[in-house]
C-alpha cells in the first residue's frame, strides 16, 4: 500500500496556535458580545494595514463580499459584468443574486488569468451589442496576483469600470510594492476554512482604496442601515461577520506570510522534481501565495493525468472543471465571445496538494510522481 497524501488536511492544527486560538475564542464567549463586536472592528483595522488599504469591512462569506461589492458599485437588475470563466463561478453567482448577468474575458495560456487583450476583446463584444458593463471582477486565480493587474487597473478606470479583485485565493500575493487587494477600487475576500487564511466556519471581507463603496458595503452588510434601525440605502441584506470568526483570524493573520512562504517552498521543491513535460502555471516568487497548485501535461488528458497521482496515493482535485459559461443556469450573454483558452484549461487541469502542513515523505511523495511523469 502506498503512502497517501491528501489533498488537503485542516485538522493539522500547530499546538501552539490552537493554544492561542482557544483562549481567544473563550475570551469572546465570555464577553457576551457575538457579532459585529471588538474583535471585528480590530480584525478590520489589522486587515487593512496588511493590505496597505485604508479600510476593510468584514462579511460573511467571500460570495457574500462579492455581491455586496458589486451593489455597491451601483450595479443591479439589467446590469453587466466582466469577469473571468474559469475561476470557480463564485462572480456569476454573485451577480446573478443581484439580477446582473456575466461576460466572460479569456484567460492566458501561460498563467490562466485575465489579460488585457482579451478584457479588450470582451468590452468590445459588449459595446457591440450596446452593453455597457459596470464593473470588472478580476479573479487572482490559485494565489497568483494577476501579471497585468497594474495595466488592468489603468483600462478599468479609462473604461468606466469599477473594478473589484476577487483575492479570496491570493491574500498577501504582492507585485513587490502593492498587494493583492490594493489595485481595485474594492477587493473581496474569502476566510472558508481551506483558504490561505481561514476561519473555523464561514467569513469573508471587503477592503480596497474606495472609501465611499466600502462605507456603502458597510450598510449593505447590516439591512442597509445608517443609525440602528433606520434603512439608508436599498437593498441591504444580512450579511455580517461575527466575533468568533474574527478572534480567529487576529490570531491566523500574523502567520499568513510564513504560511503563504511554506506554501511556495513546497511549490518550488515540486518544479523542480518535475521532468520537461509537466507545465506550471504560477510564478515561483512572491506573486504567488501557493493556494492551489494546478498542473498540466501534454498529451496526458485529465482523467490520467489524475489516476496517476492516485495510484501513486497522492490525492488531486479540479479546480475548476466546469467553466461558468457552460454550468446549468440561464446566462444571457454566455457566448459573446470564443473561450478556449478557458475551456481546455478546465478539462485538461489537475490540482495537486499544496499546503504548509504537508510533511516531508508526502512532499517527497508528490515529488517522485511528478518526476515519474517525465
Ligand atoms: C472560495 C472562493 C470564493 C467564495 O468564497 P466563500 O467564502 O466560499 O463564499 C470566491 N472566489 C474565489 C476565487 C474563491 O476561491
Redesign the pocket.
Known sequence: MSFSVPFNDLSRVPAALKVEITKQTTQVITSGNYILGPEVEKFENELARYLGCPASVGVA??????LLSLLSAGVGNGDTVLTMAN??S??TVAARAIGAEPIFVDVSEDALQMTISNLRISLEASRGIGVQPKALVV?H?FGQLNPEIVEIAEFAKAHDLVLIE?C??SIGASNGTKQAGSFGNLS?F???P??NLGAYG???AVSGNDVKMLDTVRKLRQYGWGNKYSIEISFGRNSRLDEIQAAVLRVKLPYVDSWNESRRAIYSRYVEAAGNKVRFHSAPNESFVG?LCPITVEDLGQVQLASHFTSRGVSTSVHFPIPDHKQKVDLKYRNLVPLPQTESSCSSLITIPLFPELTEQEIETVCSALKALG
Open positions: 462569506t467571500g460570495t457574500d463580499a462579492i475561476a470557480g463564485y462572480t479573479t486565480l476577487d479570496a485565493q473581496t474569502s476566510f472558508f481551506t483558504k464561514d467569513a469573508g493556494h
